[in-house]
Nanobody
């Protein structure tokens, strides 16, 4: 069983940066595909970014590409989501997910989820 924990959320202003962290324990971290999703009030959970177990390939949604950077630090069992030039529409609960299979962009493709961390961007 893999245990996933996010941290780093908070309240920022538009244009600011924020870095989220996600730690996965209980499994071989270096074999896990890792993803970030977000859910705004009244909306479905949507894909944000994901990386393969090796970190060689990383994928982003169109809405965050060029502003967000996802990278992993296997020595710390952690992935980071660096969020730059934040916009009010980035406001959501951000969830980290992990899976032993290949990387995916659908919530259905991840077996392990964290509890989420709130990110609020004021205008």
């Amino acid at each position: 069983q893999v245990h996933v924990v996010e941290s780093g959320g908070g309240l920022v202003q538009a244009g600011d940066s924020l870095r989220l962290s996600c730690t996965a324990s209980g499994g071989s971290f270096s074999s896990l595909a890792m993803g970030w999703f977000r859910q705004a009030p009244g909306k479905e959970r949507e894909f944000v970014a994901a990386t393969t177990w090796s970190g060689v390939d990383t994928y982003y949604s169109d809405s965050v590409r060029g502003r967000f950077i996802l990278y992993r630090a296997d020595a710390k069992n952690t992935v980071y989501l660096q969020m730059n030039r934040l916009k009010p529409e980035d406001t959501a609960v951000y969830y980290c997910a992990a899976d032993h299979s290949r990387v995916g962009t659908s919530v259905l493709e991840y077996d392990y989820w964290g509890q989420g961390t709130q990110v609020t961007v004021s205008s």
